[in-house]
């Protein structure tokens, strides 16, 4: 087993565990000494188990789907990072085969990966989940985990698990030993005959679709695969059903969202990828010199922005001296940002975002883009001499590139006609959202006029 990564950065909210009485209403927050202070309501240590080593028979290709690439990067490390961002789990142990095992090491090196171990993945699925309670056991020797209270079973390739899934899960599991997300089954489930005819058919309303993730108190799973036969670990996948057989729990059915589902076959891979590619354009930060006044044209480009984008978050954030603002929106991972140049000469306030964004190293994980907005009044600066000033930007964006940050400058025209700046300011919005859902590495380091 390997040792475990230093310990979880920075955590933007403390676990929160719902009230019992009402486990449909929103989950209450509580911090440590609320949670020691209320017997009952104690926020319970989690761990998380990944079991990844299966080959990929169904995908048709020679990776393993988990390691298959997404936009350059393996889908597990997906999966990885949507657990890492849940500050409450404690640890993560993923179990992976002997042949993977370095290049599964190469991955937590290159993309940072925190809170995570790995063991050897058995021949099967319930194998490969039982190592990985073994090495979170308290009666393992040497090892470096602590048993925690509550495990998390999660498939390696379901990367899109939201933290407010995992906490149903969990919370239901601390109360009644068992959990687990399902979904309203899509088509009707059938059972054939020997003979290949239909022998009945289940009342699809009344039955649904088990998915992941699934939680347990630690010691009710550990000692069901303990109690485990052969059979069911050579031939058995639904975890709950070994809590309920050995462990006589009845687990809790907890509703999953949408996105639960697994990447199974090789159209998901492309369907995984459009999923993130739309998720991390829903998210605009628009950097501006807070001290300029409410009525420059920035805050125009800015409110049509917000006006035009149906369904995306536009935030504002300043580069002020402590920079709390922006460091928290980037601290929630938003790949996008426009950075509009008003008070400062051209490139300072730009090139001070892009120091924050290195500094975060959130582009390891998916290209941030970044886009410069200058505006042109033709009564102050001549057109040729401004263009001449931007193309510096070339040199920046090569620079940046190498990080898989994507810089291009946008020009706006500044008439002093009310309807034309509206014209060159809705032109300039269309640019933006186009750079920002295209992501073209093609045009990095060009300058664009609207």
């Known amino acids: ?41 104690r926020a319970p240590s989690v ?16 990776t393993p789907k988990q390691f298959c690439p997404i936009l350059e990067r393996p889908l597990i490390s997906y999966t990885l990072q949507a ?23 190469g991955i937590i090196q290159k993309y ?26 308290e009666d393992q020797p040497n090892s470096k985990l602590s048993k925690p209270e ?45 003979d290949g005819r239909l022998d009945h058919s289940l009342e699809r309303a009344r039955h649904r679709a088990s998915e992941m993730p699934q939680a347990f108190l630690f010691d009710v799973i550990y000692e069901a695969y303990q109690q485990c036969s052969d059979y069911d670990l050579e031939f058995g996948t639904e975890c709950l059903q070994l809590a309920l057989k050995y462990g006589h729990v009845n687990a809790k059915l907890v509703e999953g969202s949408p996105d639960l589902w697994k990447v199974t076959y090789k159209r998901d891979l492309y369907a995984a990828e459009s999923i993130i590619k739309e998720r991390t354009s829903q998210h605009i930060c628009i950097i501006m010199d807070t001290k300029e006044d409410e009525n420059h044209v920035g805050h125009h480009l800015e409110e049509i922005l917000k006006n035009e984008l149906n369904h995306v978050e536009v935030t504002s954030g300043a580069l002020c001296p402590a920079g709390r603002d922006l460091k928290q929106i980037i601290l929630e991972q938003c790949y996008n940002y ?25 582009s390891i994980f998916y290209p941030v883009v970044v886009i410069s907005v200058y505006f042109l009044d033709y009564k102050s600066v001549h057109f040729d001499q401004k263009v001449e000033n931007l193309m510096q930007i070339r040199e920046y964006a090569k620079e940046v590139r190498k990080r898989n940050i994507l810089l291009c400058g946008l020009l706006i025209y500044y008439p002093q006609d009310e309807q034309k700046l509206q014209a060159s300011l809705r032109e300039g919005a269309t640019i933006i959202t186009t750079l920002i859902k295209e992501r073209n590495s093609g045009l990095v380091g060009q300058l664009l006029i609207a």
């Open 1 to 41: 087993m390997e040792p475990k990564p230093a310990a979880p950065g920075p955590c933007p909210g403390d676990f929160r565990v719902a009230e019992a009485a009402a486990a449909a209403a929103a989950a209450s927050s509580l911090n440590p000494a609320e949670a020691r202070a209320e017997p009952g309501r």
């Open 47 to 62: 761990a998380a188990v990944l079991p990844a080593g299966g080959s990929g028979e169904r995908m048709g290709v020679p």
């Open 83 to 105: 657990l890492e961002r849940v500050c409450w789990i404690k640890d993560i142990v993923v179990a992976v085969t002997g042949e993977n095992m370095e290049a599964m090491k």
């Open 112 to 137: 940072k990966h925190q809170r995570i171990s790995l063991v050897e993945a058995g021949v099967t699925r319930h194998r490969s989940i039982f190592n990985g309670l073994r090495a979170l056991a």
């Open 150 to 194: 509550v495990v998390i079973i999660h498939d390696a390739v379901r990367p899109f698990v939201e933290e407010d899934v995992l906490l149903k899960v969990v919370t239901a599991a601390k109360e009644h030993g068992a959990a687990g997300a399902v979904r309203p089954l899509v088509s009707t489930v059938i059972s054939p005959s020997a």
């Open 338 to 362: 426009v950075c509009v140049n008003v008070m400062s000469s051209d490139f300072e306030e730009t090139q001070r975002l892009l120091n924050m964004l290195e500094e975060s190293n959130l």
